[in-house]
């Protein structure tokens, strides 16, 4: 950050910046503000490229957006410390300020230059409908063009590049990863528009629940149920040629696609749409195609596993019950139907944009990396992922110290595992009480014009269904990492995400290197859950997660599938062993311990 703008080659438009190397936050940087751990979307240490990505450079992404839509805050922004990702919510300035008197707030929005430019910008995202234009704009064709764009660099012999070409091919993907980031920050952003003032609106004002709005779009996750849809049909087009025997009997994915022509092209297609998903938001994690175990192990369950036929019908009559309700509680006209219109529209990019804004260019970063791993001599390709994306470019040019820089890189891993060992602190900087509040010296919202309001405020609701405060699921309860068999644990309680009731033996799942360990029927117990866990949870029978809220992941997968589920715990995995009964009640919220 230090060179100007246009001399910066990671940097050409002045815009986003690309910087890696700083495993500490600044000393005194954003003084007052909260930052907590975000283990929901990286669960372990980052390596430099993927803290480059997910910390500098999205948040200068959001900031950016921020202010062109006038939202009242700086940005919601990353940071790294010892490998650990941590997230705040900045407000406008960088930093709180003294409380301001309501009554003084228009006076400011008069006076103040900056926030008289933050508040006409809000006006014209208002006018212009820039929550519906976003999304009819990706749904209209930018996704398809987005993706096959992504899809290219894919493509192609990278070992015929010369080191000037896959340097320059490195930044060409490092703008377009940047460039798909911003838009999954825009669709995040329309997202939380459109059905966090819907859903503020029915459950402050109209007595709804939680559960009850999101009636409203059960089924909509296109992205969710996919996957499963596929694998089903690869299992219809074994059971057709006669080779489910030797499905059960597969070593690997190629014996099943041995089995006829149909299969071989299903599971082409599979790979093709969904197998480019990352696991983690961690360029240097494998993909969905790079674990073909997983692949391999559903398709055997699902060959067993009874065909839900009914669900679709299910879905269709509690969205129709709903919406009904929905119109009578807000009025039966024209606007009230928009509102509802424009919140189903935008929801299945809750969900489905990932494929194409973060899983498809990690992929093919991914790709990119792992030849610059060989190319440059490393101890293992991968430790690519643990220089920066200047300490590479350098060594293109230079080739002459490879072997300082393997060492480089052999040391950042070796810390990274180390860090790796170690539990970070839950949350950085001063202590505040979560979302549902504005940051610390906000002034009251009551005192801004309604669409500057009404905007920040659905925002702030949505990010609480994402993530709520631990107050939310009970405060954290002290506990041994790992419980011992027998010991009279008391229940688990959390948010009811889920509809529904059912017994069964648990199954801790600490993160996908444990997908092996479920067995069809278990109550997965779990931290977190990403979307590609949709590939491998349709077998269970019921959902518990420490953390999340009622738009999480793991909640929206097991409305999707039908399966009750509980979230926001907080200490489900600390309480829970491997193989106790427990009755899961996503009416509730409670996980009764059994046996």
């Known amino acids: 950050m230090d060179r100007p703008a246009g001399g910066d080659p990671l940097n050409p438009h002045g815009t986003v910046r690309y910087r890696a190397d700083v495993t500490r936050a600044e000393d005194g940087a954003d003084e007052g503000v909260l930052w907590s751990l975000d283990r929901a979307h990286f669960p372990a240490p980052v390596t430099r490229w993927s803290s480059a990505l997910f910390t500098t450079t999205q948040t200068e992404v959001i900031h950016q957006l921020m202010a062109e839509s006038g939202m009242l805050l700086d940005g919601i922004a990353y940071r790294e410390v010892d490998g650990w990702i941590y997230r705040a919510v900045v407000p406008l300035g960088g930093r709180p300020h003294q409380p301001v008197p309501r009554w003084m707030v228009p006076v400011l929005c008069r006076t103040r230059p900056a926030l008289r430019k933050r508040l006409a910008a ?12 976003t999304v009819t704009r990706w749904r209209g064709g930018e996704e398809d063009l987005l993706r096959e764009r992504g899809l290219g660099y894919l493509a192609g012999e990278l070992t015929a590049l010369t080191p000037r070409q896959v340097g320059a091919r490195l930044e060409e993907q490092l703008r377009f990863v940047t460039e798909c980031l911003t838009w999954h920050i825009r669709l995040h952003a329309a997202t939380a528009d459109a059905i966090g003032r819907l859903g503020l609106d029915l459950t402050a004002n109209r007595g709804w629940t939680l559960p009850e709005f999101m009636d409203l779009f059960v089924g909509l996750s296109d992205a969710t149920l996919g996957p499963a849809d596929v694998q089903q049909a690869i299992v219809e087009r074994i059971r057709e040629s006669g080779g489910l025997e030797k499905l059960a009997g597969a070593r690997t994915l190629a014996e099943v696609a041995e089995i006829s022509p149909d299969v071989a092209d299903e599971l082409q297609r599979f790979q093709e749409i969904w197998g480019l998903r990352t696991v983690r938001y961690e360029v240097a994690h494998p993909t969905v195609a790079d674990r073909p175990d997983l692949l391999l192990r559903t398709l055997k369950e699902a060959a067993h596993a009874p065909v839900d036929a009914g669900r679709n019908s299910r879905h269709a009559e509690r969205r129709r019950v709903a919406e009904a309700r929905a119109i009578a509680s807000l009025g039966n006209s024209s606007w009230t139907r928009r509102r509802l219109a424009r919140a189903r529209e935008a929801f299945p990019t809750r969900e489905g944009n990932e494929a194409t804004t973060i899983d498809v260019p990690l992929a093919g970063l991914r790709r990119l ?16 992922f643990d ?27 070796l810390l990274r595992q180390h860090q790796a060992r170690h539990r970070p602190e839950e949350a950085l900087g001063e202590r505040a009480s979560g979302l549902t509040t504005l940051p610390a010296g906000a002034p009251d919202l009551r005192g801004f014009p309604r669409y500057a309001a009404e905007q920040l405020a659905a925002l702030l609701w949505y990010e609480d269904q994402i993530t709520p405060p631990v107050e939310a699921g009970g405060p954290p309860i002290p506990r041994p990492d790992r419980a011992s068999p027998g010991v009279d644990h008391p229940d688990v ?3 009811g995400a889920s509809p529904g009731v059912y017994e069964g033996p648990a199954r801790v799942v600490r993160d996908e290197a444990d997908f092996a360990r479920i067995r069809p029927g278990e109550v997965v117990v779990c931290p977190i859950a990403s979307p590609v866990w949709s590939m491998v949870l349709p077998s269970i029978g019921a959902l518990v997660c420490d953390r999340g809220g009622i738009m999480s ?15 926001a715990t907080s200490n489900a995995t600390r309480s829970i062993v491997d193989g106790v009964r427990v009755r899961v009640d996503g009416d509730t919220g409670k996980v009764t311990l059994l046996t």
């Open 369 to 384: 990396g792992l030849h610059l791993g060989e190319r440059l001599g490393l101890d293992r390709a991968d430790d690519v």
């Open 122 to 133: 809000a006006h014209a995202a208002d006018v212009s409908d820039q929550t519906g234009t």
């Open 387 to 413: 220089l920066t994306f200047q300490e590479v470019l350098a060594s293109l040019r230079d080739p002459a110290g490879g072997g300082a820089l393997a060492a480089v890189a052999r040391s950042r891993r």
């Open 553 to 567: 992941h793991p909640a929206i997968i097991a409305r999707e599938f039908g399966r009750p589920a509980v979230v």
């Open 493 to 495: 309680s959390g948010l």
